[in-house]
Every structure is written in C-alpha cells, then in structure tokens.
C-alpha cells in the first residue's frame, strides 16, 4: 500500500489519527470479513510495539506468538502494508 509508506511516519507520530486510521481499516476489515476467525489473532497482538521495531518485525512477532493456524492470517495482514511476517 504506497499510501501507508508515505503515511507511516505520520502514524507513528499520532496513531490516533481519526483519518488516517480509517484509511488503514478501510483496507484491512475486507480481510476480516472474507475470514472472521481472523479477528481471533487480535488477541495475540501485543502492543505497543518497541519503537525503533520495524513494522515488518511486529508482524513477524506477532505472527510467532499467534497459533498455527492463524499464522497465514496474519501473513495476509502483512501484505497489505507490502512487509514480511
């Protein structure tokens, strides 16, 4: 997603940016629909990530401490921001 690289600085300055935020969901929630066992990897998610963690590596970790099962789930999350998990 060229919108997220160009944004992600500004997203990590104010992650609670009301726009911005909805632009990323805007992108994720047809993933969520299209398999809703997904939402259960939501409660492997830790947070906040470490600061000088890049986005792929909180996807990769994240991705680790998920079940097996949710692991290409997560793996999908991934590319849409165009990291690795």
Same mark, same amino acid.
């Given at each position: 997603?060229?919108? +997220?690289? @160009? ?22 929630? !047809?993933?969520?629909? $299209? /398999? ?5 990897? %939501?409660?492997?998610? =830790?947070? !906040? @990530? #470490? !600061? =000088?963690?890049? %986005?792929?590596? #909180? +996807? ?8 097996? /099962? ?5 793996? $999908? %999350?991934?590319?849409? +921001?165009?990291? $690795?998990?």
């Amino acid at each position: 997603m060229v919108w +997220f690289r @160009a944004n992600q600085p500004a997203l990590r300055q104010d992650s609670s940016s009301r726009d911005r935020n909805t632009t990323v969901v805007a992108q994720l929630l !047809p993933i969520f629909e $299209k /398999e809703p066992r997904g939402w259960g990897a %939501l409660t492997f998610f =830790s947070r !906040p @990530a #470490h !600061p =000088s963690q890049s %986005l792929s590596q #909180h +996807f990769i970790k994240w991705r680790s401490g998920c079940p097996r /099962e949710l692991q290409p789930f997560i793996t $999908k %999350l991934a590319a849409v +921001f165009e990291v $690795k998990a």
